[in-house]
């Protein structure tokens, strides 16, 4: 079937007149583009509320490490993620503590206190005690304790979320310790945390 040269331009024009039409919010979207670059899809921002990311986040890791216990043993596998967890938190606070001008306790708390939506949104605390040489907080909610206890991994969410934050403080400044007594995820009311610094 051939086209003949009137039926041609009888398709093409409506679509040439609206190409031209369009040509200068063309060009304008063009030039957006062109001066902000669209994020990777892994940039992008999610939908999820903090409790569904979390959900997300441990929801293939809870069971797994359920597994494991269950595989090794409750007490083998406790010692071993307490240990390797708290290896894991030294050596990453290492890293993040190597970048920074001070390593007091102002700096340690400073995530706390940033805007940063995650802290804001996982965590309620309190300041209950600060000078140069002491910092306690006291913290009422804990999305980690929320989500591991309702999965019934308390014990799998302290050795991996919580253990960890005694190793972090000296990894921090080698004259920093911390003491805990209590813990959400182990069911008391709150979490006690605090640090002490020795000059």
């Not at 929320?146 to 004259?175: L, M, S, W």
Request: contains cysteine.
């Amino acid at each position: 079937m051939t086209t003949d040269r009137r039926e041609l331009l009888l398709k093409i024009f409506p679509a040439c007149a609206l190409m031209c039409a369009g040509c200068g919010g063309a060009s304008a979207a063009q030039k957006s583009a062109q001066a902000s670059p669209r994020k990777h899809k892994f940039a992008e921002k999610s939908e999820m509320t903090y409790e569904q990311i979390y959900e997300f986040a441990y929801g293939g890791f809870i069971p797994l490490m359920k597994n494991l216990a269950e595989e090794l043993g409750k007490d083998k596998f406790d010692a071993l993620l307490r240990r390797a967890s708290s290896k894991a938190s030294a050596q990453e606070t290492k890293q993040r503590a190597a970048k920074l001008p001070q390593r007091d306790l102002a700096a340690l708390l400073a995530p706390l206190r940033s805007r940063d939506p995650l802290w804001a949104h996982v965590l309620t605390w309190e300041m209950v005690e600060e000078t140069e040489k002491v910092a306690a907080i006291k913290v009422t909610e804990c999305l980690w304790a929320k989500t591991f206890r309702e999965a019934g991994a308390a014990d799998i969410g302290y050795a991996a979320v919580c253990h960890p934050d005694f190793a972090a403080a000296p990894a921090f400044n080698p004259q920093m310790k911390m003491l805990r007594t209590k813990t959400l995820m182990q069911g008391h009311d709150c979490c006690n945390h605090r640090w002490t610094l020795e000059t």
